[in-house]
């Protein structure tokens, strides 16, 4: 990837012409009568086409990261580029990847299709609107808000729910610091019932985690009505299903939870679905979408969000345990610029050669490496190629990997595509064919609720010590009285470290984790341990990339990365 300021993406993506959908189902053994069309190049699958059998045969390949850093790691670019180097070698392969979400891409973080010539298109479409899954998934929890109000302030159907008690929040997929916390209900009596709420991004919405782990439409709305909203004056529990919510949010998502299928730049198949956050949630598409791929394709490529302590915990602990599924390889990506970062090195100086600050970084990939390496699944490292990189820089990771038995690939998808990921591709074939069984679970589900914090704080974190705040223990209390004990656990952590200091990089050792607050996500079916200071509401910077984005007469959009 070029240094600088400059982001070529979308003048790539725009540069290319791509397949009408009917080719790209083709390749799936779908006609056109099959899909449902969204114009020429999108489409919806039916959930029909799932196959438990194909499933349990094909081949699922993980691709997760390092600590993520402020460069950023490029698991998707890794992931588009995977996707197309397997099909080079004659491996018919789908990459099945996440939902970008509007806060980000109007944000700093921008788009979430890759980069450079591995990418997926239409690139402006997958970013913005695309086939309108979050404004469902927005819709659908804004309506639960609804009904929950109209319910405090009914006179003949009230259920006697408190207030202060009440957790469910609105969901809006913009990043909006303003409405992190707000008080609603002014007006007088005609305005309701005065209550402290706020705003989540749509991605952090409970209802986003129920789509992505729903196994068809009746198990969707079944969650729907598990989803605890709080209590009543007299103590009891209250969910959705008490308001008789589930069956008009379930309508709402009707689309929804079709998956959506669009194509790589080479033209291969590409399912996106669903988007969950990584530290707030299970941070992984859907696994309706995931299943979609295994039944049509003999591999598949998916990610999980943010470093392999949060989104392939999550992905393994939570997702494969609720889906009876198994990946059969883990490709951990690494930049030589984030082993810099993690070495000390700042942001600014990251493109300067400086073997001395990855040697020292290096110690974040081996962590990272000993904790996928726990869940029995073979390992490959990627080193996601930039153009600052040094041959020295280079041969230094590789003899290092060599060193813990793992094997590694220079992956050069940025720039090349397919090409530059054809040996990564048959590293994984590799590493497929010597899978030996299913994953190792870092917990077991009968164990207590503070037993699996613990294991995944101890063993995955490397933490030494755990402390609960009365407010967490208060929570812990109660999820205990509505039996949810035997529930997943789905941490919410900091992305920019290990540990919970966003500040710790590298390889934290000897801290202690505080688990300060504790969520109930009955719907979704986990426990979420808050750690550190955590926002579900992101916020905008001085400079937003909404400022750049434009769009002609022609309506060709600029500025969209």
Not at 26 to 52: M, R
Not at 97 to 115: C, Q
Not at 213 to 219: E, I, N, R, T, V
Not at 483 to 503: F, H, R, V
């Amino acid at each position: 990837m070029p240094n600088g300021t400059e982001n070529p993406d979308l003048k790539i993506a725009q540069s290319v012409t791509p397949k009408h959908i009917d080719e790209i189902a083709d390749k799936l053994q779908l006609s056109s009568t099959d899909i449902e069309h969204f114009g020429k190049y999108k489409a919806k699958l039916p959930l029909n086409y799932i196959d438990e059998e194909k499933v349990k045969k094909a081949n699922m390949v993980l691709v997760t990261a390092i600590t993520p850093t402020p460069a950023g790691e490029g698991k998707t670019t890794t992931s588009v580029g995977l996707t197309d180097g397997l099909n080079r070698i004659g491996k018919k392969t789908t990459a099945v990847l996440r939902e970008p979400s509007l806060g980000p891409v109007f944000g700093i973080k921008g788009g979430a299709t890759g980069g450079g010539y591995s990418q997926v298109i239409p690139m402006e479409d997958i970013n913005l609107h695309f086939t309108g899954d979050f404004s469902a998934v927005e819709k659908a929890n804004n309506l639960l808000s609804a009904l929950i109000s109209n319910n405090v302030q009914s006179k003949s159907r009230n259920l006697g729910i408190d207030p202060r008690t009440v957790t469910w929040r609105w969901s809006m997929d913009m990043n909006d610091r303003s409405l992190r916390h707000i008080v609603s209900g002014l007006g007088g009596k005609t305005g309701g019932f005065m209550r402290e709420s706020g705003f989540d991004i749509t991605a952090a919405s409970e209802i986003m985690a129920i789509l992505c782990l729903a196994k068809d439409l009746s198990d969707l709305k079944e969650r729907i009505a598990n989803i605890y909203i709080g209590d009543t004056f007299k103590g009891e529990a209250i969910y959705a299903r008490d308001l008789n919510a589930q069956g008009a949010m379930a309508a709402l998502l009707k689309d929804a939870i079709k998956p959506n299928l669009v194509q790589t730049l080479e033209g291969n198949p590409a399912i996106i679905h669903g988007g969950p956050f990584a530290n707030i949630a299970q941070g992984t598409n859907t696994l309706i979408a995931t299943k979609m791929g295994l039944s049509l394709s003999d591999y598949i490529v998916t990610e999980a969000g943010f470093g392999a302590d949060l989104g392939a915990e999550k992905f393994f602990n939570i997702k494969c345990r609720a889906g009876g599924i198994s990946p059969k390889a883990v490709v951990l990506v690494a930049t030589i610029r984030a082993l810099k970062y993690h070495g000390g090195v700042s942001k600014d100086e990251l493109t300067h050669p400086n073997l001395d600050a990855v040697t020292k970084g290096i110690s974040n990939l081996d962590k990272h490496v000993e904790n996928l390496t726990r869940f029995g699944v073979p390992v490959v490292v990627a080193i996601n190629k930039f153009a600052s990189d040094t041959d020295e820089e280079i041969e230094f990771i590789k003899s290092h990997c060599a060193e813990l038995g793992v094997p590694v690939s220079l992956a050069d998808g940025w720039s090349k595509g397919g090409e530059g990921t054809e040996d990564l591709a048959r590293q994984v074939v590799k590493a497929v064919e010597s899978c030996a069984g299913e994953f190792v679970p870092t917990y077991d589900l009968k164990s207590s609720i503070k037993e699996k914090i613990e294991a995944i704080a101890s063993d995955i974190y490397g933490a030494t010590s755990i402390s609960y705040t009365a407010a967490a223990n208060s929570i812990l209390k109660r999820a205990g009285q509505l039996g949810m004990d035997d529930l997943p656990i789905c941490m919410a952590k900091t992305q920019s470290s290990l540990s919970d200091d966003a500040k710790s990089i590298g390889r934290p050792r000897d801290f202690a984790l505080t688990v300060r607050e504790v969520e109930i996500a009955s719907g979704a079916g986990f426990i979420i341990p808050i750690t550190g200071k955590m926002l579900r509401m992101p916020d905008l910077p001085a400079t937003p990339a909404a400022e750049h984005i434009d769009i002609d007469k022609e309506g060709n959009i600029s500025g969209l990365f």
